[in-house]
């Protein structure tokens, strides 16, 4: 996000680049995939790409980015959650790239495509076309049109089809999910917010050239690509600086684990049982939290336009409908009918945990398995204690 302070000089830069014209490169000019480690935000945690065009001749150093959007859009937080945002290309002078990535401390990879000069021009006939007002803006998605993906697209577009992508490297069988989890290895609260939230689509296989969603990966299969099956689409790499930053060591501290506190959670929850105060404040802040949490699902799933957060079947233990009863601590034949269905219908997403399509948080579990206890709890063990007494 810091680097949107370099926006403004960036359009600035972009419209006198646009009433130049589109040049015609040089023999000498060089184009470049750039890959940029992931960074400590949430926003960097998955990487970034961009095509850097250099022609001395012409006076160019120019990296255009795929990632770009405006903080002060009308709603801007409103389209965001709604999937509504608009990306757009930006066209940035590469020492605003560099130092703007230098300074968050994320590393960079320059590889040098192995392009002839018609390829070279065609290529950043592409990039000036996309660039223009009426052709930059598109809608994102985060697994299927991104940043990367479109750098992808556009590489392909320019070579007519001519590029063999290897796969043999890659981990065939993957899910998008599942390729997302060694970047949030030290980030256990995010990967259980993200496992939350995102959908059946997410248990999808990805196909080899979805791997490239991910700018890592888009880095490694570019490396091995081949232009009409013998040619090395990279020609050249440098790592940006030539050492990498160092990593702080991570410690996840007791707190830091979901699988713990959820544990923990539903410890509290079952020795709140039979004491009717503190029963009622755990109960009313527990179906509270719950009901939360559906309602951030079916808003994700029904409201908006990603793809990745469609099909939530977590909503079948975390039930948005919560939010209307979760204060009602009255006993009615109703409100005994609404916990003994939701602690049956948590029941069955727990036995059927491991053959659900969808891969669900195991730290959701003790959650689910409280929901269980206590919609039965309910029904059977306050009743069974009423007529005793």
Excluded at 106 to 115: A, T, V
Excluded at 155 to 184: C, I, N, W
Aim: overall charge positive; hydrophobic content about 45%; charged content about 20%.
């Amino acid at each position: 996000m810091k680097r949107i302070c370099f926006l403004v000089p960036a359009l600035f830069f972009a419209g006198f680049l646009f009433s130049q014209g589109t040049p015609t490169l040089s023999d000498s000019a060089r184009v470049s995939l750039m890959t940029v480690a992931p960074g400590e935000f949430l926003y960097s945690t998955f990487g970034h790409s961009a095509i850097r065009v250099y022609d001395a001749q012409n006076r160019l150093d120019r990296c255009y980015n795929y990632g770009t959007f405006q903080f002060d859009q009308p709603n801007f937080i409103l389209k965001f959650c709604r999937g509504k945002l608009l990306y757009f290309l930006d066209i940035e002078p590469y020492r605003s790239f560099e130092y703007g990535n230098l300074h968050d401390r994320r590393g960079m990879q320059e590889q040098l495509l192995n392009l002839n000069r018609e390829q070279k021009q065609r290529l950043f006939n592409l990039l000036q076309e996309n660039a223009l007002e009426q052709n930059r803006y598109y809608k994102y998605d985060f697994f299927y049109d991104n940043c990367a993906t479109r750098i992808r697209d556009i590489v392909k577009e320019a070579f007519y089809q001519d590029l063999t992508f290897d796969s043999t490297h890659l981990a065939l069988g993957t899910t998008m999910r599942q390729l997302l989890h060694p970047y949030l290895a030290d980030k256990p609260w995010t990967k259980f917010g993200i496992d939350l939230v995102l959908g059946y689509s997410a248990d999808r296989r990805a196909r080899p050239e979805d791997f490239m969603f991910l700018p890592d990966h888009m880095h490694d299969m570019f490396a091995t690509t081949r232009i009409k099956g013998d040619i090395p689409l990279v020609k050249s790499e440098r790592r940006i600086p030539e050492w990498p930053f160092p990593a702080p060591p991570f410690k996840a501290g007791f707190f830091g684990s979901p699988l713990i506190v959820t544990c923990l959670v539903a410890l509290i929850g079952l020795l709140c049982m039979g004491n009717p105060r503190t029963e009622r404040i755990f109960d009313t802040t527990f179906w509270f939290v719950l009901g939360i949490a559906g309602a951030i699902i079916a808003f994700l799933w029904f409201a908006t336009d990603h793809t990745a957060t469609k099909t939530n079947l977590n909503i079948l233990w975390a039930l948005p409908t919560h939010l209307f009863v979760f204060w009602r601590n009255r006993r009615t034949e109703a409100m005994d009918n609404y916990f003994t269905a939701a602690g049956i219908l948590a029941a069955l997403v727990l036995i059927f945990w491991k053959f659900i399509p969808q891969e669900m948080p195991v730290a959701a579990m003790p959650i689910a398995g409280l929901v269980v206890v206590k919609g039965l709890w309910r029904r059977y063990w306050k009743k069974e204690k009423a007529e005793d007494a």
